[in-house]
T-cell receptor
Framework: NAGVTQTPKFQVLKTGQSMTLQCAQD?????MSWYRQDPGMGLRLIHY???????DQGEVPNGYNVSRSTTEDFPLRLLSAAPSQTSVYFC??????????????FGPGTRLTVL | AQSVTQPDIHITVSEGASLELRCNYS??????LFWYVQSPGQGLQLLLK??????LVQGIKGFEAEFKRSQSSFNLRKPSVHWSDAAEYFC????????????FGTGTRLQVTL
């Protein structure tokens, strides 16, 4: 298994440009989520999905869109990039939302800079 | 709203010394608690988790943590630190009745001196 993969690893955008961060998992996990990591702030939840066709907002959803058309993929779209979106983005997945055997697996991250 | 506090931003210990990283949470219901480790430029790896039962939980790499409900704490410990333990450590709480929707603390960066 490749686990959780993210592309690209690095990206530089200009203000106002749009782009999609890709996330895929091959573990047949129901639950997927996106976090952003900023210095001194830990990780904050942007959007999450409990299954194909179902998404919901997290703590910091503004400026981001998501969709979940398949179990495997959960892309994050920046519609009009702003410098405040400069961050490291992590995708995560888990088998389900509950249960003691549950564990979230994180991807390696995408480092995004918006100029 | 739920929150997680890691009061120590940066800790330095000598190799072979013991380690305790502090974590306090605020959450109205029974929490799901986690410790993750992040090496530079890497993603997060789960060290251990607490869902219920025994309040002392064992994790990977020789780490353990103790859940203390009365103190709303979930401190991470290791009896003897290795240089390879240098990393950033995050405490997190699973909220909304799920172990997957996580609220993270701001992290503690561990430096290990030889």
């Amino acid at each position: 298994n490749a686990g959780v993969t993210q592309t690209p690893k690095f990206q530089v955008l200009k203000t106002g440009q749009s782009m999609t961060l890709q996330c895929a998992q091959d573990m047949n996990h129901e639950y997927m989520s996106w976090y952003r990591q900023d210095p001194g702030m830990g990780l904050r939840l942007i959007h999450y999905s409990v299954g194909a066709g179902i998404t919901d907002q997290g703590e910091v959803p503004n400026g981001y869109n998501v969709s979940r058309s398949t179990t495997e993929d959960f892309p994050l779209r920046l519609l009009s990039a702003a410098p405040s979106q400069t961050s490291v983005y992590f995708c995560a997945s888990s088998y389900s939302t509950g249960g003691e055997s549950n564990e979230q697996f994180f991807g390696p991250g995408t480092r995004l800079t918006v100029l | 709203a739920q929150s997680v506090t890691q009061p120590d931003i940066h800790i330095t210990v000598s190799e072979g010394a013991s380690l305790e990283l502090r974590c306090n949470y605020s959450y109205g219901a029974t929490p799901y608690l986690f410790w993750y480790v992040q090496s530079p430029g890497q993603g997060l790896q789960l060290l251990l988790k607490y869902f219920s039962g025994d309040t002392l939980v064992q994790g990977i790499k020789g780490f353990e943590a103790e859940f203390k409900r009365s103190q709303s704490s979930f401190n991470l410990r290791k009896p003897s630190v290795h240089w390879s333990d240098a990393a950033e450590y995050f405490c997190a709480v699973g909220v909304g009745g799920t172990a997957s929707k996580l609220t993270f603390g701001t992290g503690t960066r561990l430096q290990v001196t030889l």
